[in-house]
């Protein structure tokens, strides 16, 4: 699968970084929404399948197909920014700053929302035929999930926020090494299997994600889920940003740049013994 060492995949997750934040902010906002876009068709995918076969893990087990497209058309989401980006700026790249990390993440956060916004509606319109049916079983489940999801931590309280915190770090970590994963490899097959597997444990194990949520929830309301835009805001929205944002940039993008850069070893020990 022309696998690349540990060594090699972290500079080039340096260099994504830094080019990202080179980006013109055009391209930012347009890979940002189609990533949006992307995985919000992925989920509707995923909710489908679980509703048709009654088994949540083979929602999970398509869901990645659309993580593994936006990946391999170039796009971005916020989960992976949030590891990549500031891999540049403590590697003190030149030019890069904390303020255009910062305006780097603002405008893939709102692509990303414009995405999955857009499609929400679209889906929406289409499992009602045009809002003149009830939508039918797959719409329910998320009705059902969105509104434990935001109403479920509510009843809790600061254990409910911050236990929807932890999922976001574990998502994250989780979603970002598919990210890299996507560095791994040089051939379309090797990234795929290496995107598959963590996306599969993030959603089988039912993480919260922001842009996932980005969708999901403005369409549990869509449906008719009885929470407002500020209690998904405050008990969703919030701390699975957070999360997402612990996970990815230590759990993975410095946790990575720690152990196989500034301690990589020389190049003449990587290189195998000659027989004497």
């Not at 990202?20 to 919000?40: E, F, Q, W």
């Not at 540049?88 to 780097?104: A, E, M, Y």
């Not at 499992?127 to 969105?146: E, N, R, S, Y």
Request: charged fraction near 10%; charge should be positive.
């Amino acid at each position: 699968m022309s696998y690349r060492n540990p060594s090699e995949f972290v500079a080039l997750m340096i260099d994504a970084g830094e080019s990202k934040i080179s980006m013109a902010n055009r391209d930012v906002l347009i890979r940002a929404i189609m990533a949006g876009g992307t995985l919000a068709i992925a989920v509707a995918l995923a909710f489908t399948a679980t509703v048709q076969t009654g088994l949540p893990i083979v929602g999970a087990l398509v869901f990645p197909v659309g993580f593994c497209i936006l990946n391999l058309m170039g796009f971005d989401l916020l989960t992976g920014v949030f590891a990549l980006v500031p891999l540049s700026l403590i590697d003190k790249r030149k030019g890069v700053t904390l303020g255009r990390v910062f305006h780097n993440w603002g405008l893939v956060f709102i692509g990303n929302f414009i995405g999955a916004l857009t499609i929400a509606f679209l889906v929406a319109v289409v499992w009602t035929m045009g809002f003149q049916k009830d939508p039918g079983a797959a719409a329910q489940a998320m009705v059902k999930a969105t509104t434990s999801r935001v109403i479920g931590y509510a009843d809790y309280g600061v254990a409910g926020w911050m236990t929807c915190l932890v999922k976001g770090i574990l998502c994250n970590w989780m979603v970002s090494l598919g990210v890299v994963g996507a560095m791994l490899s040089t051939s379309v097959g090797g990234k795929v299997i290496a995107m598959w597997m963590p996306i599969l444990i993030f959603f089988a194990l039912g993480f919260e994600h922001a842009v996932v949520n980005m969708y999901l929830f403005p369409l549990g309301m869509i449906f008719g889920a009885e929470f407002t835009v500020g209690q998904w805001a405050f008990w969703n929205q919030l701390p699975t940003i957070l999360g997402n944002l612990i996970g990815g940039l230590i759990f993975t993008g410095f946790s990575l740049y720690a152990t196989h850069h500034k301690t990589a070893p020389p190049k003449s020990l990587d290189e195998p013994a000659v027989s004497q």
